[in-house]
């Protein structure tokens, strides 16, 4: 199985300010078709969770464009370029490349 | 918008079989551009892939749950369903059905889940 390991678990941000989640996966993601199979999810509390970015840095219908992701291979990135208190929950990254399709712990975002 | 919404029972007796169905609306299950999968969220596993099916019935499961899970598909009705066999402990979580985009993979609609607790 692809092992998906984000870093840092927890992380308290002041509204305003960039917030960044690493996800690094034990092998690549790199699909055949030239992309990376990579996406970010947020869940909110109560909620199930939603699709914020797929393929490592395509921005998902309806997200705010403060989301990001970056990477390739075995190492991404998804920033937060001014945090704000509707973007508090777990955030996921998840690789869709093999088959069983895994997650990584998750990140908890929280507002200072 | 499609919308998903799981359902079935909410308790199931250790070593029976857990059965879950996932209605479609504003949209068709019969689609050639998606998967429709299963996903489990427990506290002492996070999010867990169990498989998902395409609407002509062909369907991939996660291994380590394999020999247990079948995940079927009724167009007629727009429904897919997860029956997941020999239940324990171990198999208490919230369920979330959700839609799989086929190019991509990526999961763009997921249903509000359903908790499903085994217990005697």
């Known amino acids: 199985d692809i092992v998906m390991t984000q870093s840092p678990l927890s992380l308290p941000v002041t509204p305003g300010e960039p917030a960044s989640i690493s996800c690094r996966s034990n092998?690549?993601?790199?699909?055949?078709?030239?992309?990376?199979?990579l996406d970010w999810y947020l869940q909110k509390p109560g909620q199930s969770p939603q699709l914020l970015i797929y393929v490592g840095s395509s921005r998902a219908s309806g997200v705010p464009d403060r989301f990001s992701g970056s990477g390739s291979g075995t190492d991404f990135t998804l920033q937060i370029s001014r945090v704000e208190a509707e973007d508090v929950g777990i955030y996921y990254c998840?690789?869709?490349?093999?088959?069983?399709?895994?997650f990584g712990q998750g990140t908890k975002l929280e507002i200072k | 918008q499609v919308e998903l919404q799981e359902s079935g029972p909410g308790l199931v007796r250790p070593s029976e079989t857990l059965s879950l169905t996932c209605t479609v609306s504003s949209g068709s299950i019969s689609s050639s551009t998606h998967y429709w999968a299963w996903i489990r969220q427990s506290p002492g596993k996070g999010l867990e892939w169990i498989g998902n099916i395409y609407y002509i019935g062909t369907t991939y499961y996660t291994p380590s749950l394999k020999s247990r899970v079948t995940i079927s598909v009724d167009t007629s009705k727009n429904q897919f369903s997860l029956k997941l066999s020999s239940v324990t402990a171990a198999d208490t979580a919230i369920y979330y059905c959700?839609?799989?985009?086929?190019?991509?993979?990526?999961?763009?609609?997921w249903g509000k889940g359903t908790t499903v607790a085994v217990s005697s």
């Open positions: 092998q690549s993601l790199l699909h055949s078709n030239g992309f990376n199979y």
């Open positions: 959700a839609r799989r985009r086929a190019i991509y993979g990526c999961i763009d609609v």
């Open positions: 998840m690789q869709p490349l093999q088959i069983p399709y895994t």
